[in-house]
């Protein structure tokens, strides 16, 4: 028997095994990472961008070691706080068309 397949044949072992040891009731991904609850999920978009504003943007966020998500996301938040007038008026807006 080959390496790789000795590698397959633990594999397969330890994931069948680790199955019977917990009754088979929790999956895999489900014991991992952190609980799944009292968390907001991401939503992923797609935005359309200059490549020379990507570009710099990327080159900022190797520089201070976070991922160009991390760096959009904090310039939304930012963003919104600053136009918190803006979502009041919205949410007066939608009230009374359900009112009305």
Do not use: C, T, W
Request: aromatic content about 4%; cysteine-free.
């Amino acid at each position: 028997m080959g390496k790789l397949e000795e590698r397959e044949s633990r594999r397969r072992s330890s994931v069948v095994g680790s199955m019977v040891d917990n009754n088979a009731a929790v999956s895999a991904s489900e014991k991992r990472g952190r609980p799944k609850e009292d968390r907001e999920l991401k939503k992923r978009v797609s935005l359309s961008v200059l490549p020379s504003l990507y570009e710099d943007i990327q080159k900022i966020a190797y520089v201070q070691r976070r991922s160009i998500s991390d760096v959009v996301g904090d310039l939304m938040e930012q963003f919104r706080a600053e136009h918190d007038e803006e979502l009041a008026e919205y949410r007066k807006i939608k009230n009374s068309e359900k009112k009305g």
